[in-house]
Every structure is written in structure tokens, then in C-alpha cells.
């Protein structure tokens, strides 16, 4: 299926550093198929200098706000755009050429409120993360085990302008895009765009802190579940989650730093995965003996 060129894509960006790897992004929208595009680069209180003849396409649009982190600045790149469908791109990631013009055909095709896709890694680490299970209603299980990238992600435009609870979390420090898709599943089912239309650098990250955050993001997620009165009953995620944040607390804070290794924190946060496990398996117990 063809995608008419009038269709507009608001393609929102956040960015607040390494505006060398903002460049490259903006240019692989740039260079997308689909041409109808208004692409909202939003500088968080950057430190840096942008590059105005960079910049120059007539289809971006910058703007600039004091620095909030990239979930409030991905919600001014919402308010501002005028597209039918709205794209998210980090400011450090990149798309290939047919990206747009794939997606916009399925979520066309199928009436779909927003879609997916897998995408691959590259950096530090290079390699290919499947999402093709991400299809249809994810919402709840989406929480014990989601791999959804932000920038693998295109929403119906007038959905986000109708309910302005469809919104980056502003509170959390991190997660602020899985908690919006968290909701968004609540109401709509996703759809998966086969294929790898996406590359998400990798910039290598300390493992205490890469455990310290799973474990934050998780209390934060639960948080969300826990005021669904109807899903409340996943007891072994508020377990998992009361339990790898005293873990991983007592990692990150009580243990030397010559004493640190990767494999430690894996193995302390191995007894909140069993949990997350455990849990999904009973969520598929049940949901076999209702059907």
C-alpha cells in the first residue's frame, strides 16, 4: 500500500546533548521516504550550541525550554505538533529510510491507534531486539516483560489531543516513556510493524546503575498497575519490586566499590526476576482457565 505524501508525520525529538548524534538523527528523518514531515526538535536546556544552517530544512522547527528531562520535553513536542500522526525519535538514535512510510501504511491498513516494531542495536553493544510479541492487547503483561524502544513508536495524533493523560510521566526520574505506553495499552492494542526499521544507539551504561534503575523503573510501573483496581491482584509484583529496591539499594549504597561487580548485582536481582516470572505464569493460568 502507498502512502499519500499528504499525510504529516510530527516527528518529536528531544535533545540536550552530543549535537553531533542530534545532526544524524534529524538527517535520517530527513532522508525518510514518506516526505510529509514537520519535525519538532525540542532542546531541553541544552548547554550546547545548535547549529542554525544544520537545522535550516523549512520542515523543523526548534524550540528551546529550561532543562525537565526528556519525558516533559517529548510532551511540549506533543502540544506543538499538527501532524495526524505523531513519531518519536531520541536525539541520539536513527531510523532507516522506509521507516515512515512502512509504518503509517500498517496503522493505516489495520486503523491501528499506534504501533511498534523491533529495532536493532548499535555502539557498545550491537544486535537485534525482537518485539514482533508486542501485537495486540500487551496490557498487563507488557509490565513483566516489555521491550518496547520509544523510537520504534507512532501514535494516532488525535488520541493524544483527546485525552491529556496520555502524557510522559513528569515525576519520574526514569521509565517516563514505558509509563506512557503502559497507559496507552490500557485502552488500545498495539500493533507490530514487522521488520527492523530502527537503530538505537548504545552507549554502554555502569551496571550499579543499570540495576538501580530496572528496579526503580519497576516500583514506578506498579505504581501505575496498583491504582487498576482490576489488576491489583498481582501481589508478587508489589513483592518483587519491595524486594529489588532493599537489593539493590544495599548494592548501589553498602557495598564497597572495589568489591562491585557486574555479575553480583545480576545475581542479587535474580530473586525479582524469579517473582516477575512467577507472576506472568499465574496471569497465564488464569487467563487459559477463563477463556
Known sequence: MSVPDSTLVSVVIPFYSNADWLYEAVDSVLAQTHSALEILVVDDGSPEHLDAARLADERIIVTRQPNAGPGPARNRGISLATGEFIAFLDSDDLWKPEKVERQLALMQANGAIWSCGSYET?????????????????????????????PTIMVR???????????FSNIMRFGQDLAMWLHLARAY??????????????RGTNAVSLIWTQVQVRAGLHDIVASDKVYYRWRQIGLATRLGLQMAAFYHHRIPK??????????LYVPVWLLFVIDERTQKRRAAATS
Request: hydrophobic content about 40%; charged content about 25%; overall charge positive.
Open 189 to 202: 492494542p498495539v500493533k507490530y510493524l514487522p521488520g527492523v526499521w530502527t537503530r538505537v544507539r548504545m
Open 258 to 267: 572495589p568489591l562491585k561487580k557486574k555479575w553480583l548485582g545480576y545475581v
Open 157 to 167: 495524533a488525535d488520541v493524544l489531543r483527546a485525552d491529556e493523560t496520555l502524557r
Open 122 to 150: 548499535f555502539g557498545v553493544q550491537a544486535g537485534v531486539v525482537d518485539c514482533s510479541r508486542m501485537d495486540g492487547v500487551v496490557y498487563p503483561r507488557m509490565l513483566t516483560r516489555s521491550r518496547l524502544a520509544t
